[in-house]
């Protein structure tokens, strides 16, 4: 059974966001990766599989070791997504800010 991955039911995982978090600035193996949880190997085995389903991390082959990496390209689909709802949230931020600095000047 081949179930379709959605990125953002992949990164809701906070396991999978760390993973995502410690192969940002380099490749590492799945033992490596596994080294850094308190779970079972297959366990993390498991999130590298989703996230590589998700394209989140690309797989690359060193002789007998499998790496894994982030897949930029994914990753900056998923913030290009992200960054209106950000955008948005700031300008309201600012707008109750500005709100508060008159009320505080009003008193």
Known sequence: MNLRRDVFQAIADPTRRAILMLV???AL?????????????P??????????ECELLQQHQ?????????NAKKMKEVADFIEPFRNMWDDRFNK???IMKNYKSEK
Do not use: C, P
């Open 29 to 41: 193996t799945a033992g490596a990766i596994a080294s850094n949880f308190d779970t079972a190997r």
């Open 43 to 52: 366990t993390v085995s498991k999130h590298l599989q989703i996230l590589t």
């Open 24 to 26: 940002a600035s380099q």
């Open 62 to 70: 060193s002789g007998r070791e499998v790496y894994y990496h982030i």
């Open 96 to 98: 109750l800010e500005a």
